[in-house]
């Protein structure tokens, strides 16, 4: 039997079970899920992820080829010639091979440089919408200014002044694509920095850095991974695009933009085969993050309207 002092002991709940607080937490994240899963599109595009994530990394495993040592001796073939199932390029790589080995570099600088930027920019725009005042005047102007810049025009500016790579195509993507989620998470800041909670904390003694750190951040967590599938999307494409415009990483390295740049030449020769696969993998893998983010936004919507 339970005695009065039991009952009254600090910290013990005798008529509620120990995890009854996270039920309702778990019971939220089930039902996003549930509502992520009824989604046909993001489905579709998470089976697409995953299906050009395998080939791109899994498959040079099981369909070798040499992707460093050019071949004059097997020049433009065609798909099936030789051996290869998507034939050749100009200098004799194999064309399954060199789009096996072109996704890696896309996937990884696109998965980096998307992260990179939203962590950035949620650190910046959760700062500056909760502190607020003169510091928010002054961050989000750096962010109007360079917002004013076309990107594109930056990135082709950088990577024509230093040497491209995977790591600089990081850092030059991601060090300006976070403009957006910093505007996106200061919306969010301003909202949340007035509720009871943050207030009740900061009454308590807890500094601003705890705030953001506890509160902000976590609670504008679904805007953050939902623009983060979008910011991927966009750092492929970026990538495409500065690879199509001759500043992309140098050969023997490869990804799909400068791919693409190279068969555009071949098109008029009929050599489609070089024109055609990466265009369609920069295409099916920019709709598989957007299908995931759409997705994603509905699940977190539902998670928001049931708080």
Do not use: K
């Not at 003169?134 to 961050?139: E, P, V």
């Not at 917002?147 to 002044?161: E, Q, V």
């Not at 623009?227 to 140098?250: E, H, M, R």
């Amino acid at each position: 039997m339970t005695t009065l002092s039991e009952a009254a002991r600090p910290g013990t709940a005798p008529d509620q079970p120990a995890d009854a607080t996270e039920a309702p937490v778990r019971g939220l994240w089930r039902q996003g899920l549930v509502v992520f899963c009824e989604n046909r599109l993001a489905l579709v595009g998470l089976g697409l992820f995953v299906l050009l994530a395998g080939i791109c990394f899994l498959g040079p495993l099981f369909y070798h080829t040499d992707q460093v040592h050019t071949d004059l001796t097997a020049v433009h073939l065609a798909p099936g010639e030789q051996q290869h199932p998507l034939g050749t390029d100009g200098v004799g790589y194999d064309q399954l091979g060199r789009l096996m080995l072109g996704g890696q570099t896309s996937i990884i600088v696109g998965l980096a440089a998307g992260i990179l930027a939203t962590a950035l920019g949620t650190l910046w725009g959760a700062v500056a919408g909760f502190v607020g005042g003169w510091m928010d005047a002054a961050m989000m102007r750096v962010v109007d200014a360079l917002m004013s810049i076309p990107s594109l025009f930056l990135f082709m500016l950088l990577a024509a002044i230093v040497t491209p790579s995977v790591p600089m195509l990081i850092l030059i993507i991601g060090a300006f694509a976070w403009l957006g989620p910093a505007r996106l998470v200061r919306g969010e800041a301003l909202t949340l920095r007035s509720r009871e909670y943050v207030q009740a904390m900061r009454a308590m003694g807890g500094t601003g850095g705890r705030a953001v750190r506890r509160h902000i951040v976590p609670n504008a967590i679904g805007t953050v991974i939902v623009n983060a599938t979008f910011q991927v999307a966009d750092a492929i494409l970026y990538v495409a695009y500065l690879s199509f415009l001759g500043l992309g990483v140098p050969p023997p390295a490869a990804n799909w933009g400068g791919m693409l740049s190279d068969g555009l030449a071949d098109t008029y020769s009929g050599h489609w085969w070089l024109l055609y696969p990466p265009g369609i993998a920069i295409i099916l893998i920019v709709l598989a993050f957007n299908f995931i983010g759409d997705g994603l936004r509905d699940a977190f919507e539902v998670r928001l309207r049931r708080r």
